[in-house]
């Protein structure tokens, strides 16, 4: 195992360069997914941010089978879907679950079809399911730092409107807030913070980097703006530590960065200071 | 004299508009007019009318699906109407409405405290780019103090409990400063201190000078507290105040329940029954008079004896048989 210190040294390795790269891409991602990750576990929208994510995947292949860009491909694919959904959602009547089911896997298969047809899809197709650390080219990480300020900077000016809307969307609607607007906010944000995490953790576990720091998180706050930054700080941390551990051992980055949120997850849910499930059980005993 | 008929059931009179002396010199500050709705291509209202005044706590009584909701929704625009006019009046024109959705409706494992809670309710107001300023937190801390939450406002909302929860969406909707309060089904699923406490909470304010409009399934604490109640199912069936509204015929046919059924019963509503006109002679000396709560048409110096209970329509004086009849 590699020790920080050659770690370290790695990072400044001018052959290594896609090293500090991938390590920037991983934090920057994971902070993003935090914060817009809070939004999706409190509005109870894993589902629909499982599926902006796959459906992210035919607008990466489509962009990169006809040479173009591959973070405005899969905006386009992302937002699509994230317009579709919230327009399907307003309508509480309706059970969208499975309409959203059937979108993500077709536009899952369409991927598979489309990049199928690319020369090398093989290795190709493993990078987008799985995400690559050597696989971020240099004159994305500019796009990509602009692209994650514009989330963060949407989410904390709307902040106190997606909050309104969230904690009651009919009250909110009645006040005179465009509920849709912000139903369509959040999701186009979330679409942005998968296509940027998407190269380094790949498409599959996404959603892992935007509700499992945010679950963690919620285990151990009870105020939103806590829970956001300690989001963004645990997925940071995690990116940090896997990107490390995975280069140390060779282990896919995505996945290892995935196993230590979940091992954060599982820690916070057993002793987290004032729900835990090992920490109230002695709490009650007293 | 009115003649009735023989062996008529007479039907309550049917109010479609108040008739409350002490209102009607205060003009409406809500008038809803000929409202028709449809919901997924069904009629869910006809033809409602409704008029509130400042100081009033009116009750929607009606089954399952009789449109309260839907009347209160359509009242704030969320439910688009077919036709009609939903109008505010004198100084509630300039102020918002103050909406209590049913308690569901809102988040609470939201890890927000009570005081953010009601502050995020006038985000709203405030438009874009703008920050809460002094009289925003001011009108917050007031609502707090008016539903006697101010010792949890920094408690996260998911730990309290279902009054405790209706308290706060009744201060989120007075931190808007209304003048007009919808509340759908406050009292639903909660305990019998909780509903007296917040009955004597939406009592106050009513008092204060709010018009207070509540849907409620409580129809004993309705008919206790309310000023007016107004019966609706699909269409307004009755309005009127509580004693107005004590004869069965007008809850039957809102309910669609039978004459036996027991509430009726225990909301001491007064049967129908069929009456009997079995002649018409001068009242006497001292023969005590009985007096239908409903003034009715008609001359007033003949007196016609009938047998049999119910409401009836004619002025005058009815002398029943003994032992029979109630008015």
């Known amino acids: 195992m590699l020790t920080p210190y050659e770690f370290i040294q790695d990072l400044f390795n001018p052959m290594l360069s896609f090293l500090p790269r991938a390590l920037l891409m991983a934090v920057v991602s994971a902070i993003v997914c935090g914060l817009v990750g809070s939004h999706v576990v409190l509005r109870g929208m894993a589902f629909i941010g499982d599926a902006v994510a796959h459906s992210v995947f035919p607008g990466l292949a489509i962009a990169f089978v006809i040479g173009g860009s591959l973070a405005l491909g899969g905006m386009v694919a992302g937002v699509a879907t994230a317009v579709i959904v919230a327009l399907l959602s307003q309508h509480r009547r309706v059970k969208e679950d499975s309409i959203i089911g059937v979108l993500f896997a077709g536009s899952f298969a369409l991927g598979v079809i489309v990049i199928s047809r690319a020369p090398g899809y093989a290795g190709s197709l493993q990078d987008f399911l799985f995400g690559s650390m050597t696989g971020i080219p240099r004159e994305d990480v500019p796009a990509a730092l602009i692209g994650s300020a514009l989330v963060v900077g949407l989410l904390i000016v709307f902040h106190r409107q997606i909050l309104a809307v969230s904690l009651d969307r009919e009250t909110a609607r009645a006040g005179g807030l465009n509920v849709l607007f912000y139903d369509v906010l959040v999701y186009v944000c979330v679409s942005m913070a998968v296509v940027m995490s998407v190269q380094t953790i790949g498409s599959i576990l996404v959603l892992a980097l935007l509700v499992t720091p945010a679950a963690t998180a919620r285990l151990l706050s009870d105020r939103i703006a806590t829970m956001m930054t300690l989001a963004a700080l645990i997925g940071s941390l995690a990116a940090i530590f896997g990107v490390y551990i995975s280069w140390s051992f060779d282990y896919p980055t995505g996945a290892t960065i995935v196993m230590l949120l979940t091992l954060s997850f599982v820690t916070a849910w057993l002793f987290a200071p004032r729900h835990g499930y090992v920490t109230s059980r002695i709490l009650h005993k007293r | ?327």
């Not at chain 2, 033809?47 to 400042?54: K, S, T």
């Not at chain 2, 406050?186 to 406490?197: V, W």
């Not at chain 2, 699909?234 to 039978?258: K, M, R």
């Not at chain 2, 049999?308 to 048989?321: A, D, E, I, N, Y």
Request: proline content about 6%.
């Open chain 2, 1 to 327: 004299m009115t003649t009735l008929d023989q062996h008529h059931n007479i039907p309550c009179e049917i109010f479609t508009e108040t008739t409350h002396d002490q209102c009607l010199e205060d003009p409406p500050i809500l008038s809803v007019r000929d409202i028709d709705v449809d919901l997924g291509g069904r009629p869910v209202l006809r033809g409602v009318n409704l008029e509130v005044r400042q100081g009033e706590l009116v009750g929607l009584i009606g089954p399952n699906g009789a449109g309260k909701t839907t009347l209160l929704r359509t009242i704030l625009h969320l439910t688009p109407k077919r036709r009609g006019s939903v109008s505010l009046h004198g100084h509630a024109a300039r102020r918002k409405i103050g909406y209590v959705p049913q308690r569901h409706e809102f988040a609470w494992d939201f890890p927000v405290t009570v005081r953010e809670a009601v502050l995020s309710n006038i985000t709203a107001s405030l438009g874009l780019f703008r920050r809460p300023r002094i009289e925003h937190q001011r009108a917050v801390e007031r609502a707090l103090a008016r539903t006697d939450m101010k010792h949890l406002a920094d408690r996260p909302v998911g730990e309290l409990s279902g009054g405790q929860r209706q308290r706060v969406l009744v201060a989120r909707a007075l931190a808007l400063q209304p003048a007009i309060l919808l509340l759908d089904e406050p009292m639903t699923g909660l305990d019998m201190p909780t509903q007296e406490m917040l009955t004597g909470l939406f009592r106050s304010l009513a008092d204060e000078g709010h018009a207070v409009i509540m849907t409620t399934h409580d129809l004993i604490s309705a008919r206790a507290v309310m000023d007016r109640l107004v019966l609706i199912r699909g269409e307004i069936i009755a309005s009127g105040t509580p004693s107005e509204l004590d004869c069965a015929q007008a809850w039957v046919e809102t309910f669609q329940v039978g004459i036996d059924n027991p509430l009726l019963a225990a909301l001491g509503l007064k049967e129908n029954g069929p009456v009997e006109e079995v002649g018409k002679r001068p009242a006497r000396e001292g023969e005590p008079k009985h007096e239908c709560n409903q003034p009715i048409e008609g001359e007033g110096a003949d007196h016609v004896v009938l047998k049999g209970s119910g409401r009836l329509h004619g002025t005058g004086h009815f002398v029943f048989s003994k032992g029979v009849g109630r008015c």
